[in-house]
Each structure stands twice: as structure tokens, then as C-alpha cells.
């Protein structure tokens, strides 16, 4: 029953996001991009409860190059974990939770449960409030990465969770793969942890091999 209320849900989503050039790139995945560089989306998670499927969407901002980037990276330090990246879009560089984003940016308070529903009458009335509130929200949201460096500076100003500094020097690197061992020591201290530390490695060898005029 909840899995067929997850496709429901996904359809309505796909059919009312699809209006404002938002495409379906899996169940809960939907995504856009001004330059197909980065992509800007509403990413819902689908988890069944007993009778009630609880619906948490949220605002994201992914860059694919990035994400193979770092994939690569920490692949060839751990060569025995599972990969990092497991589709196309990869890993999401910004998140947010919709609910609180509309606290934030509107005048209208949302509860965490308020996009859950327990039928498909229910999906009728809630996915479109879903709609509402990311469209209320995503411009002001989005405004400030609409582009790699822009990115790359919300997060070097915003750093949040343990990735920071790895996102960051994925993006700077592939902004400029000239990018100086000062500037890339300064980002790797945005999350300074055993996977940034061998993150920060891969990148100082790439500029290495790039110096030296080896192929990456």
C-alpha cells in the first residue's frame, strides 16, 4: 500500500514540478539546471509507517563533476568502501529540509509532518501544497549558487557537516586546477577529519601529475 502511495505521490510531483522545468530523474528526484553544470531540485524521501507514508522533501543543489571528483578521490583512498556516488546526480552539496525553508523565507509556518499522507485523497490535497511551498521558497533559496564558484563560496561561508572541506576543494580544483596549495590547505580546514585529510592528498597529487603534464 505505501509503495503504491509513493508512486501516486511521485507522479503528482513529477506532473506539477515538470510545469515549472523541473525533470524526474528517479522516484523523489527532481531537478534542473541553467547550465548543466549545477543542479538545483526537490529531493523527497519516501518512508512507510504502518498506514501512513511520511513524505520529507528538500531543497538541494548537486554538481555532478564534483561528485565524480570526489568519488574518485575517496575510492582510491578506501578502496574497500562502497561507492560514494551511486547515480548521476550525485551528491547533494547543499540541503535543506522544504518545512523549515518556508518558516525561513515566508511568513506561513509548515510542520515536519505536514507533507505526510495516509491515502490517495490525501496526495490530491498534499502534493500540491508540496508544489506551493517549493516555488514559494526555491528562488530565494537557490539565489546564491547558481554557479560552481558560487557554490563553492556558500559553502566556504556556510560549512556544514564533515564534506565541507571536500566539496569545497572538489569545486575550487575544478574551477581552477591551477589553484594554489595555500588555498587548497585554507578549504580543507572547512571539515577536518581523516576523510578530508586523504581527500586533501588526491587533490595536491592531481596537481602534482597536472604540473608534471601527466594524464588524470
Known amino acids: 500500500m505505501a509503495q503504491s502511495l509513493a508512486a501516486i505521490y511521485d507522479r503528482h510531483l513529477t506532473e506539477l514540478l515538470g510545469r ?4 524526474r530523474r528517479a522516484r523523489g528526484i527532481y531537478v534542473r539546471s541553467d547550465d548543466g553544470i549545477i543542479w538545483h531540485g526537490l529531493l523527497v524521501t519516501f518512508i512507510a509507517k504502518g498506514g501512513l507514508l511520511r513524505a520529507s522533501p528538500n531543497l538541494a543543489v548537486v554538481c ?3 561528485s565524480k571528483l570526489i568519488d574518485r578521490g575517496l575510492k582510491e583512498a578506501y578502496p574497500d568502501i562502497v561507492r560514494i556516488v551511486t547515480d548521476e546526480m550525485g551528491l547533494t552539496f547543499v540541503v535543506h529540509p522544504l518545512y523549515d525553508c518556508v518558516t525561513r523565507y515566508s511568513k506561513e509556518q509548515r510542520a515536519v509532518l505536514a507533507y505526510d499522507v495516509v491515502s490517495a485523497y490525501d496526495i490530491g490535497r498534499v ?4 508544489f506551493n511551498d517549493f516555488a514559494m521558497v526555491a528562488k530565494e533559496f537557490f539565489a ?6 558560487e557554490l563553492k563560496s556558500r559553502i566556504v561561508h556556510q560549512p556544514i557537516g564533515a564534506a565541507a572541506g571536500i566539496y569545497a576543494m572538489a569545486l575550487g580544483y575544478l ?9 587548497v590547505d585554507a578549504l580543507s580546514k572547512l571539515s577536518e577529519n581523516d576523510m578530508t585529510t586523504k581527500f586533501t592528498a588526491f587533490i595536491k597529487k592531481r596537481m602534482r601529475n597536472s604540473a608534471c603534464g601527466e594524464t588524470q
Open 20 to 23: 515549472i522545468g523541473y525533470s
Open 64 to 66: 555532478p563533476a564534483a
Open 127 to 130: 502534493a500540491p501544497l508540496v
Open 144 to 149: 546564491h549558487s547558481l554557479s560552481m564558484e
Open 175 to 183: 574551477l581552477n586546477p591551477s589553484i594554489s596549495l595555500e588555498e
